[in-house]
């Protein structure tokens, strides 16, 4: 059973930067692609950034481009998303899924495990 936990979480100013973190409990967390969702209140949750297992190509929602940065390390099982310039518009809960392959998907079915997420709020 592959459990993942998200961490790093909270409020932050706009303009901010904070790091969030998903470590993973199982040893498969290499074999898979990753990636980081979001879910505002009121909204569906949405793709936010995902990596291939290798970590070498990652892929991004338009509007987190040249702001967020995902990154894994596979030796430690976890992943992170390094999120810069913050605007009010990124508060939402953050989870962290692993992929059904190594492809790094754009889309909630191309996962198969999920967190249970970390709030992050951005102040104005």
């Known amino acids: 059973q592959v459990q993942l936990v998200e961490s790093g979480g909270g409020l932050v100013q706009a303009g901010g930067s904070l790091r969030v973190f998903c470590a993973a409990s199982?040893?498969?967390?290499?074999?898979?692609?990753m990636g980081w969702f979001r879910q505002a209140p009121g909204k569906e949750r949405e793709f936010v950034a995902a990596?291939?297992?290798?970590?070498?190509?990652?892929r991004y929602e338009d509007s987190v481009k040249g702001r967020i940065t995902i990154s894994r390390d596979n030796a430690n099982n976890t992943m992170y998303l390094q999120m810069n310039s913050m605007k009010p518009e990124d508060t939402a809960v953050y989870y962290c899924?692993?992929?059904?392959?190594?492809?790094?998907?754009?889309?909630?079915?191309?996962?198969?495990?999920w967190g249970q997420g970390t709030q992050v709020t951005v102040s104005s």
């Open positions: 199982a040893r498969t967390f290499s074999l898979y692609a």
């Open positions: 899924a692993q992929g059904k392959t190594i492809v790094p998907a754009p889309t909630r079915d191309g996962y198969d495990y």
């Open positions: 990596i291939i297992r290798s970590g070498g190509t990652t």
